[in-house]
């Protein structure tokens, strides 16, 4: 089992519509959650970190986080097509060291015009 | 301000060079990394420096060599690559070790080992 995993995707949505991306992990342990957002050839940039259980909303994005379950999910509002991107789940794992992520695969998002 | 800039932005190499990757960050964060990222799979941890010094080395090849000369910057010394090896080199920091530790990228190194 991967330590983080994430559907591969493509995922595809029209613009306007809510795009959900999902992230589960394996360690119950871990403590630190982030989401990064990656286009083609360029490199990863941070949109929004949780530590909490619930959500956590910042603009048209919507972090959620359960612990419990071992999920942490991505909500995307008023998708546009300038959100097609791949984005990486990564996760702050307990029993390695304090300061190395573990990425998921990534989920590549097309939003259709 | 959470800007880290890297240096070159495209570098082609043939296996016989040496060159250097050149990382810098100018928001007192205390720990520096750097990752390399194959195209379609995720970032891969190399190596990580926390205050100046080395602190993890993910088993990565000896023609890889890591140097932190000062709090801010942050070099990756290449030599007798191989084509594999070409791949997006990604540098990151982060303020401090800690549950909250969030990493920043820099916007990367495409290099190609011919």
């Known amino acids: 089992q991967k330590e983080v995993e994430q559907n591969s995707g493509p995922l595809s949505v029209p613009e306007g519509a809510i795009a959900s991306l999902n992230c589960t992990y394996s360690?119950?342990?871990?403590?630190?959650f982030f989401w990064y957002r990656q286009y083609s050839g360029k490199s990863p940039e941070l949109i929004m970190f949780?530590?909490?259980?619930g959500d956590k909303e910042d603009g048209r994005f919507t972090a959620q986080l359960n612990k419990a379950s071992q999920y942490v999910s991505l909500l995307i509002r008023d998708s546009q097509p300038s959100d097609s991107a791949t984005y990486l789940c990564a996760v702050k794992l307990s029993g390695g060291s304090a300061r190395q992520l573990t990425f998921g695969s990534g989920t590549q998002l097309t939003v259709l015009p | 301000d959470t800007e880290v800039t890297q240096t070159p932005k495209h570098l082609v190499m043939g296996m016989t060079n040496k060159k250097s990757l050149k990382c810098e960050q100018h928001m007192g964060h205390r720990a520096m990394y750097w990752y390399k990222q194959k195209a379609k799979k995720p970032p891969e941890l190399m190596f990580v420096y926390s205050y100046e010094k080395l602190s993890i080395n993910e088993s990565v090849p000896s023609r890889f060599s890591p140097e932190c000369p000062n709090s801010s910057l942050l070099n990756l010394h290449l030599h007798a690559l191989q084509p594999e090896d070409s791949a997006l080199y990604l540098c990151?920091?982060?303020?401090?070790?800690?549950?909250?530790?969030?990493?920043?990228f820099g916007p990367g190194t495409r290099l190609t080992v011919l």
């Open positions: 990151a920091s982060s303020q401090e070790v800690g549950a909250g530790d969030t990493q920043y």
């Open positions: 360690d119950r342990g871990s403590q630190s």
């Open positions: 949780i530590y909490s259980n």
